[in-house]
C-alpha cells in the first residue's frame, strides 16, 4: 500500500472493484436523483452521408430510457426487426442520453415513431449503419446531490482528487457497477453459469436471485420462482419492470427444460453481455490485486504487457508489447509521454496472460475461478464464445472540470469509448455501491 491506494469497504467489492486511486475522503451523494442529473453526449464518429443509402442515421435524445427496451420499441414502432436497429453503445438508464443510431428501413418510416421522452433529429441517409464500438467517446455532465460532506470541504476534496488522477495520467480502469447491475448486481454470475454449460442455472439466476434493493413486488416473484418450479402463478404476478425476466418464463412455461430456448429470447446483445460481464468482474479482480500489491498503474514492471497508442489516441491491441529488462526504459518514457498504457488480461478462449508478476496475479485469479479459456467457448450459443482480449489499467480524462452548486456539485468531462463516467465519480465520492 505504499503508493497510497484507499481500500473500498463497499459493497463494490463485491464485483471486484476493491480499491480507490486517491487517499483522499469522499464527498459522499448519489448520482442520478433525477435524470437530468447525468447528461451523456456520444462522439460520434458518423457514417458518409450517402443519398438513398440502405440506412437512415439519426441522433437520439431519450431521458430515462434503457438502450435494450428503447430499441425494441423503436422497432415495434417501425415494424422492423431489432436487429436492423443499430448502435454505437450502451447508454445509463436514469440519465439524459444522445447518441447516434441506424435504421435499416425507408426513410419515410421515420415518422411513425411516438416514444415519450424520445427526440430524434438531424436524419441522413447511409450505406453503411452504426455497430457496438462506432463512436470516439462519450462527454458527460454529472450532479452529485445529498453529498455527506460540508460544503466548504468539497472544493478541497474534487482537487485533490483531480490531483492524483493527473499525476498518473488517469483513474483505475474497473468496469463500472453498471456492467454488473446496481441494484441488482448478478449479469456476471449469470455469465458464468452460461461459459460452465449450465443453462439452467444461468436462467434460474437471472429470473429468480434476489436483489437488495428492489420493490416488494419484484422481490416477491423472485422468491415464488426460486421457491416453486411451477412458474403459471407467479408470471401473473409480474411487474412490467421484469419484462425480460417474464419473456425466459413465459418460454419455460411454454417449453419446459428448453434453457438455452429461454436465453436465445433475450436480444442477442444482452445474451452477450452476461459473458463479457463475467469477464469484466475477472479484469475487475486482477486489477484490484495489482493494486492492492502496491504495483503502479502509470509505469510497467517486468511481464507486463503494453498497449501502444496510435496518433488518434486510440489501443492498437493488434500490437502488444511485453515489458522486458532490454526495453522496459523504453516503454516507460512511452507511458509518461501518455503514447502507451500498461494492460491486463481480458481473459477470454484466445488470451494472451502477461509474464512476470503480472502474470502471476492473471493466472491466481483464474485458478481461483476454476476455469479455463476453453470455457469461453459456448457450444450452443456461439454468439456468446469470447476470445478475450486485453484492457489498459487506467483510463484517462479530459476536459475535466467543476462547479459547486447550492446542493452539491457538477463534474463535467470526456471519456474514450468503453469507459466508465461512474469509475471516475467513485474517486470523488465514495459512496455507497446504490449511490451510483
Not at 7 to 29: K, N
Request: hydrophobic share 35%; glycine share 8%.
Amino acid at each position: 500500500m505504499s503508493l497510497g491506494y484507499k481500500e473500498c469497504r463497499t459493497a463494490e467489492a463485491d464485483v471486484g472493484m476493491s480499491f480507490y486511486l486517491s487517499g483522499a475522503d469522499g464527498t459522499g451523494g448519489r448520482l442520478k436523483k433525477e435524470p437530468e442529473d447525468f447528461i451523456v453526449s456520444e462522439i460520434f464518429d458518423k457514417p458518409e452521408v450517402v443519398q438513398n443509402g440502405r440506412f437512415v442515421i439519426a441522433e437520439v435524445t431519450t431521458r430515462n430510457w434503457e438502450t435494450n427496451r428503447l430499441v425494441r420499441l423503436l422497432s415495434k414502432n417501425l415494424g422492423i426487426s431489432r436487429e436492423r436497429v443499430g448502435f454505437a453503445g450502451t447508454k445509463d438508464k436514469r440519465a439524459v442520453t444522445t447518441q447516434l443510431m441506424s435504421f435499416e428501413c425507408p426513410a419515410d418510416l421515420m415518422n411513425r415513431i411516438e416514444l415519450k421522452d424520445v427526440e430524434i433529429r438531424n436524419l441522413y441517409t447511409a450505406r453503411r449503419g452504426i455497430q457496438i464500438g462506432d463512436l470516439k467517446g462519450n462527454i458527460f455532465s454529472i450532479r452529485v446531490r445529498e453529498c455527506n460532506m460540508q460544503k466548504d470541504d468539497i472544493p478541497e476534496t474534487i482537487e485533490s482528487v483531480s490531483s492524483a488522477i493527473k499525476k498518473v495520467g488517469g483513474f483505475p480502469n474497473y468496469f463500472g457497477v453498471q456492467r454488473f447491475g446496481v441494484v441488482r448486481p448478478i449479469t456476471h454470475k449469470v455469465g458464468e453459469y452460461i461459459i460452465r454449460g449450465d443453462l439452467e442455472g444461468a436462467v434460474r439466476c437471472y429470473v429468480s436471485d434476489p436483489a437488495m434493493f428492489e420493490s416488494e413486488d419484484s422481490a416477491n416473484v423472485r422468491k415464488m420462482l426460486a421457491e416453486d418450479d411451477n412458474w403459471s402463478e407467479a408470471v401473473k404476478e409480474m411487474p412490467d419492470s421484469l419484462s425480460f425476466e417474464k419473456i425466459l418464463v413465459e418460454h419455460i412455461i411454454s417449453s419446459p427444460g428448453d434453457w438455452k430456448g429461454a436465453i436465445e429470447m433475450l436480444p442477442r446483445n444482452l445474451q452477450m453481455m452476461f459473458v463479457h460481464a463475467y469477464q469484466s468482474y475477472l479484469f475487475n479482480k486482477m486489477l484490484s490485486e495489482r493494486m492492492r500489491r502496491g504495483i503502479p498503474l502509470d509505469s510497467p514492471i517486468l511481464g507486463d504487457v503494453i498497449i501502444p497508442l496510435d496518433a488518434n489516441r486510440i489501443p492498437q491491441h493488434e500490437n502488444p508489447i511485453v515489458t522486458t529488462s532490454s526495453n522496459i526504459d523504453l516503454v516507460s518514457r512511452q507511458i509518461r509521454s501518455k503514447r502507451a498504457f500498461v494492460t491486463i488480461s481480458l481473459y477470454g478462449s484466445d488470451s494472451v496472460i502477461s509474464d512476470g508478476e503480472m502474470g502471476d496475479i492473471e493466472n491466481s485469479i483464474i485458478k481461483a475461478e476454476r476455469i479455463s479459456a476453453k470455457d469461453f467457448i459456448v457450444p450452443g450459443l456461439s454468439h456468446c464464445s469470447s476470445k478475450g482480449s486485453r484492457r489498459e489499467v487506467l483510463c484517462p480524462v479530459s476536459d475535466l472540470s467543476h462547479r459547486i452548486l447550492d446542493e452539491g456539485y457538477e463534474m463535467n468531462f470526456s471519456l474514450p469509448k468503453g469507459n466508465y463516467a461512474t469509475c471516475l465519480m467513485r474517486e470523488f465520492m465514495k459512496s455507497e455501491m446504490e449511490k451510483y
